[in-house]
């Protein structure tokens, strides 16, 4: 049997992949979307670069906002667990 320190350090070992799953996604997605679709905008346009440096810019933003928001629920979840 599981004794109960070994189940806080597996469930630690869980939520830090979960983190790291969701972090990547939360990262990757929005300049994926907002780079092509800047890309593709100046391309329809011909702004070249200025829809890819708005759509840069809105994804880092974006990006940071939700970094912060998922780092307060993890730390809220890290402190449930202790």
Known sequence: METKKE???RSAMW?????AYQ???L??????VLGFGGA?????????PL???IGITLSFIITTIGTFRKIKTIT????SIK
């Open 40 to 48: 593709w905008m100046d391309k329809k346009f011909l702004t070249s």
């Open 76 to 79: 809220d979840q890290m402190n």
């Open 23 to 25: 972090l990547g996604y």
């Open 51 to 53: 829809f890819l440096l």
């Open 15 to 19: 939520l830090a992949l979960d983190i």
């Open 7 to 9: 189940k806080k350090e």
């Open 27 to 32: 990262i990757a997605l929005p300049i994926v």
